[in-house]
């Protein structure tokens, strides 16, 4: 009786969960209307920015209350597109994570955002135990939804979007970022950036990593790299590369890059090369 018991609650949890896999298309658009809207607000308030807004999170880390105040936007109506679900988000610690969790950067690039620079994201990705099952990141300047659902392919704006087809180191184009509070590793930073200049089309850095692993995932860049992140970085947009062709992995070839605070993310031919040149790099700085 109590194997039977088991065996039923085993069958109405995957039945939940299929129930919820079917919808996450409709989901996922309901998340990109969202952003939008969001997107909308953060254009609205750049120009009334002051100085006195800006406030220090830490080294060169910074939050106003256009961060807070999009968060909290994004959260009410999440919570009410999936009840009970839970959150990581990078403004309010206090939120927990759930079986299934949302995890949100509201304004990603937000030094950008208080320069005035026209590129800053907003990253919405859904976790269901441990498993990233849906991404979207908007770029409101542009009016850019980058987005994938689990199964699916991803998108740019309803068109599907596939990483470059560039097939070695010398042909391709990476994303950056440089840190701005951790410089542990910055001396091998310097070796990778010095390789990449001579030895490949170059490496820029935009400012955002939601928007770095989007112009991956639909072929503008052929690979991205950089440590120091948290999951509210990456979350949406490594699915939404790996939905596109490409290969999304830690320093170390593994798979803890959403936690683990590095992420290599490049198409999958000239995934081995880099990741060859990458572990000679580090053997190099020590």
Known sequence: MLKKIRRIYEQQKQSILNHELMNLEKLTANVCELASETGEFLKKEVSKLSGADVQSKGLHNYVTYVDQESERRIVK???????GSGFIAEE??????????????????????????????????????????????????????????????????????RVSTAQTVNESLF???????????????LLIFKHLLQNSHGARRLGSAAADLAYTACGRYDGFFEYGLSPWDVCAGALIVKNAGGIVSDFHGAENYIFGKQIISTNNLIYPEFMKLFSEWKNESK
């Open 77 to 83: 109506r999440l919570s009410v597109l999936l009840s």
């Open 92 to 161: 309010n610690q206090a939120l927990l994570p759930g079986e299934y969790t949302w995890v949100i950067d509201p304004l990603d690039g937000t030094t950008n955002f208080i320069h005035g620079v026209p590129l800053y994201c907003i990253s919405i990705g859904l976790m269901y135990q441990g498993e990233t099952i849906l991404g979207v990141v908007y770029e409101p300047n542009l009016k850019e939804f980058f987005y994938t659902w689990k199964g699916a392919p991803s998108y740019l704006n309803k068109t599907v979007i």
């Open 175 to 189: 994303a950056t970022g440089f840190p701005y509070y951790d410089y542990s590793r910055l001396d091998d930073y």
